[in-house]
């Protein structure tokens, strides 16, 4: 069951991280990242992070545990979407001396 829950929390905290990137990247507009502002970047970031949630969600066996495994991905979903409202992405930026784009 923990692997349920971490990895369900891991999966839902990684697809909402993806949201904004590949939405931004595909609407031609920087966005904060750390391997690059370019829109080509976040958009590429974006399906790298939805890839990722897939197969987080694969390895987690949520049909062992499905009412477990949907509270921790939507916790991992909260997590995630505090973190963007609140201008997360850009506050790492500074913090690792990228540029930052205007919002």
């Known amino acids: 069951m923990t692997q349920a829950l971490l990895l369900s929390f891991l999966a839902g905290l990684m697809g909402?991280?993806?949201i904004p990137h590949f939405v931004l990247g595909i609407t031609a507009r920087e966005y904060p990242n750390l391997t690059g502002n370019s829109?080509?970047?976040n958009a590429?970031?974006?399906v790298g992070a939805f890839?990722?949630?897939g197969l987080l969600a694969f390895w987690a066996h949520i049909g062992?545990?499905?009412r477990a495994a949907a509270i921790a991905a939507l916790v991992?979903?909260?997590v995630m979407t505090v973190f963007h409202a609140r201008g997360g992405a850009y506050r790492l930026n500074v913090r690792f001396g990228k540029p930052v784009p205007e919002r």
């Open 51 to 53: 890839v990722i949630a």
């Open 16 to 18: 909402t991280n993806g």
């Open 64 to 66: 062992d545990h499905p």
């Open 76 to 78: 991992g979903i909260l």
């Open 44 to 46: 590429v970031g974006g």
């Open 39 to 41: 829109p080509v970047r």
